[in-house]
T-cell receptor, first 116, second 114 residues
Framework: AQKVTQAQTEISVVEKEDVTLDCVYE???????LFWYKQPPSGELVFLIR??????QNEISGRYSWNFQKSTSSFNFTITASQVVDSAVYFC?????????????FGTGTRLTVIP | SAVISQKPSRDICQRGTSLTIQCQVD?????MFWYRQQPGQSLTLIAT?????????ESGFVIDKFPISRPNLTFSTLTVSNMSPEDSSIYLC???????????FGSGTRLTVV
């Protein structure tokens, strides 16, 4: 069965600090996708990244970076030089290809608060 | 990626009544997904709606409570029936965004049952 674990329920950092949000997943599929979404206080879900199971290259997009390690089943997300606008709930999610379900399984989310 | 228009954005309803939520997509999609997000919680899949067939419900969700329609490839509705305060949640529809994209979500319907 699939599972996504975000052990950090809440994190607070001071502006300009770096912060890493952890995500550990479980799946029996060999082909799957991993995602990160941001949910600001307004409530909408903002897509951040999609990574397939065959691509373990780390990715950087501005202040955001992602570290995918299949050996530890982790897909961690780092925000560099955090800003107040980064305050939100961040969800890690998994989509299994081989089961054909196509839907997303979400972790419980990490609430990030960036203090000015 | 696809753009979804979801409405209503919020509603306050009396217990025992029903609310129908609509999602319109700007392109044709095979699957549409309906999620529930209870206060302070993560998103849970309610059902997957395919055009031309009955929706597939996840464990804990039943058609009598959450009937879904999918009349064409760009539109779907979710009805929350016989509501109780426990149904107070955000309801979101979603579609696959296409190669290289994530799943796109509607802006959500924030439902409060009193």
């Amino acid at each position: 069965a699939q599972k996504v674990t975000q052990a950090q329920t809440e994190i607070s950092v001071v502006e300009k600090e770096d912060v890493t949000l952890d995500c550990v997943y479980e799946t029996r599929d060999t082909t799957y996708y991993l995602f990160w979404y941001k949910q600001p206080p307004s409530g909408e879900l903002v897509f951040l990244i999609r990574r397939n199971s065959f691509d373990e290259q780390n990715e950087i997009s501005g202040r955001y970076s992602w570290n995918f390690q299949k050996s530890t089943s982790s897909f961690n997300f780092t925000i560099t030089a955090s800003q107040v606008v980064d305050s939100a709930v961040y969800f890690c999610a998994l989509s299994e290809v081989q089961t054909g379900a196509n839907n997303l399984f979400f972790g419980t989310g990490t609430r990030l608060t960036v203090i000015p | 990626s696809a753009v979804i228009s979801q409405k209503p954005s919020r509603d306050i309803c009396q217990r025992g009544t029903s609310l129908t939520i609509q999602c319109q997509v700007d392109s044709q999609v095979t699957m549409m997904f309906w999620y529930r997000q209870q206060p302070g919680q993560s998103l849970t899949l309610i059902a997957t709606a395919n055009q031309g067939s009955e929706a597939t419900y996840e464990s804990g969700f039943v058609i009598d409570k959450f009937p879904i329609s999918r009349p064409n490839l760009t539109f779907s509705t979710l009805t929350v029936s016989n509501m109780s305060p426990e149904d107070s949640s955000i309801y979101l529809c979603s579609v696959e965004g296409g190669a290289g994209y994530g799943y796109t979500f509607g802006s959500g319907t924030r439902l409060t049952v009193v």
